[in-house]
């Protein structure tokens, strides 16, 4: 079913997303002539396992890639790392999107300075069989920047995806409830993907509307919008 399909899959931690992981996303689906790019956020890096003191939270990490490539045509996010969990490696992803995608075409996204070293990857013959390599240059915007500016107070402005420069500078997350949060995307399945705000919501179930913009900027606000996707805690 999946023959002549080409996909893409772009992996890494996103701590947090940013401008530059959007751009890329967006270079690589126009050039490659992509018909679907799977962005995969990992649970926790092979070449990064030390890197916790300023790390976002995993949950907090998917929503904010979820927020960055809403309604973006032919990419969807796939959580399947970060239910795994443990250290992500590559070739487990590719290895079931191979499985999943039987005769599809699957390049698999690099920056320019890991090149060198994906002989040194986890079962990296194999993986060479089952995808081939797309390598783009590193772009301007850094998450660790990112991070040190979050810590600092200073403005994201211009580094990261309006929707999530919103989410971060008000402590927005997904809800605690598990079954409300399920049945309120398995409803926006049923309607099409979207809610009683009329923005769609699909394929990334991500909420921008107005309402809950006016709901952060109150800062006696303190509570669910109104989807109840997400808290302002």
Same mark, same amino acid.
């Given at each position: 079913?999946?023959?002549?399909?080409?996909? =893409?899959?772009?992996?890494?931690?996103?701590?947090?997303?940013?401008?530059?992981?959007?751009?890329?996303?967006?270079?690589? &689906?126009?050039?490659?002539?992509?018909?679907?790019?799977?962005?995969?956020?990992?649970?926790?890096?092979?070449?990064?396992?030390?890197?916790?003191?300023?790390?976002?939270?995993?949950?907090?990490?998917?929503?904010?890639?979820? %927020?960055?490539?809403? =309604?973006?045509?032919? &990419?969807?996010?796939?959580?399947? $790392?970060?239910?795994?969990?443990?250290?992500?490696?590559?070739?487990?992803?590719?290895?079931?999107? %191979?499985?999943?995608? %039987?005769?599809? $075409?699957?390049?698999?996204?690099?920056?320019?300075?890991? &090149?060198? =070293?994906?002989?040194?990857?986890?079962?990296?013959?194999?993986?060479?069989?089952?995808?081939?390599?797309?390598?783009?240059?590193?772009?301007?915007?850094?998450?660790?920047?990112?991070?040190?500016?979050?810590?600092?107070?200073?403005?994201?402005?211009?580094?990261?995806?309006?929707?999530?420069?919103?989410?971060?500078?008000?402590?927005?997350?997904?809800?605690?409830?598990?079954?409300?949060?399920?049945?309120?995307?398995?409803?926006?399945?049923?309607?099409?993907?979207?809610?009683?705000?009329?923005?769609?919501?699909?394929?990334?179930?991500?909420?921008?509307?107005?309402?809950?913009?006016?709901?952060?900027?109150?800062?006696?606000?303190?509570?669910?919008?109104?989807?109840?996707?997400?808290?302002?805690?």
């Amino acid at each position: 079913m999946a023959a002549n399909i080409k996909i =893409g899959i772009f992996g890494g931690s996103f701590n947090p997303v940013h401008s530059g992981h959007v751009g890329l996303a967006r270079r690589a &689906v126009e050039e490659l002539a992509l018909d679907r790019l799977i962005v995969v956020p990992a649970a926790t890096s092979p070449f990064k396992t030390g890197e916790t003191s300023d790390a976002l939270a995993p949950e907090t990490r998917l929503m904010l890639v979820r %927020a960055a490539f809403n =309604g973006m045509d032919k &990419v969807e996010i796939d959580d399947r $790392e970060l239910e795994r969990g443990g250290v992500s490696y590559a070739i487990d992803t590719v290895r079931e999107i %191979a499985a999943e995608n %039987a005769g599809a $075409e699957i390049v698999f996204i690099v920056g320019e300075d890991s &090149v060198k =070293g994906l002989p040194q990857w986890k079962d990296y013959d194999e993986l060479a069989k089952l995808c081939t390599f797309k390598a783009y240059p590193r772009t301007r915007e850094s998450s660790t920047e990112i991070r040190r500016r979050m810590a600092a107070g200073e403005s994201l402005e211009g580094m990261v995806p309006e929707a999530v420069a919103l989410f971060l500078k008000h402590g927005v997350r997904e809800s605690d409830d598990a079954k409300i949060v399920a049945a309120v995307r398995a409803g926006l399945v049923r309607k099409g993907g979207y809610c009683p705000c009329r923005l769609p919501k699909l394929p990334e179930f991500f909420c921008p509307c107005d309402e809950f913009k006016g709901q952060l900027a109150d800062p006696s606000y303190k509570g669910l919008c109104h989807c109840r996707l997400y808290l302002k805690p």
